[in-house]
């Protein structure tokens, strides 16, 4: 199911952007989807960060295999030795604890995310070792489909709006920030729109 504003989004950022109106009509009937529990999903981010798809694939499914409940009390009681065993670093064996911890102690509760703030959100992520502002951003977007995200540090967005907008010249950080004030409050879905320029298929996090 699409969210709420997504027709409202679309058709405010049609009339304002001639690009947008254009990548909107292609890709009409298609929008975010929230997929997965945000414990879960954080997890997932972890344990595919610096790997290849594939590899993360394969990691995740013996994951899967070793804690098929994949509750923070599960990761908590496992043995390290075991989530090594999976596939992961020493690095991500203490970060997949440190998630479940935050998790399993109230310092993260996905039940207060409705009345916060996109920044108070990502502030409690971010203080999770091995989540930053990038993985934290991408949360926000495709779990909690906050509509007005703009992840600055994103590669894939700095390349569409250099596409599209900059004559194909990466836009500085700065100017990046600035261009994407027109899209206010719909950034998330303009980012979107953005992303499927460049991959026919829906992006999926």
Not at 54 to 77: N, Y
Not at 98 to 104: G, I, P, T, V
Not at 113 to 120: G, I, L, V
Request: aromatic fraction near 10%; glycine fraction near 6%.
């Amino acid at each position: 199911m699409m969210p709420s504003y997504w027709q409202k989004a679309s058709a405010d950022l049609a009339r304002a952007d001639p690009v947008l109106s254009g990548l909107i009509e292609r890709f009409a009937g298609t929008a975010l989807v929230s997929r997965g529990e945000p414990f879960v999903t954080l997890l997932r981010s972890i344990v595919g960060q610096q790997i290849s798809v594939k590899a993360a694939d394969s990691v995740w499914a013996r994951f899967l295999a070793a804690l098929p409940l994949l509750t923070p009390a599960e990761i908590l009681a496992c043995e390290p030795a075991i989530l090594r065993g999976c596939g992961l670093s020493a690095r991500k064996v203490e970060y997949v604890i440190d998630l479940a911890r935050h998790f399993a102690n109230g310092q993260i509760c996905a039940d207060q995310w409705s009345s916060m703030s996109d920044a108070q959100i990502v502030a409690k992520l971010t203080a999770v070792r091995g989540i930053g502002l990038w993985t934290a951003e991408m949360f926000l977007i495709f779990n909690q489909l906050r509509p007005d995200v703009f992840p600055l540090d994103d590669i894939g967005l700095q390349r569409a709006v250099a596409t599209h907008y900059c004559g194909g010249e990466r836009p500085a950080r700065q100017r990046l920030a600035e261009h994407g004030e027109r899209w206010r409050p719909w950034r998330s879905v303009a980012t979107w729109y953005l992303w499927r320029s460049l991959d026919p298929l829906p992006v999926d996090y």
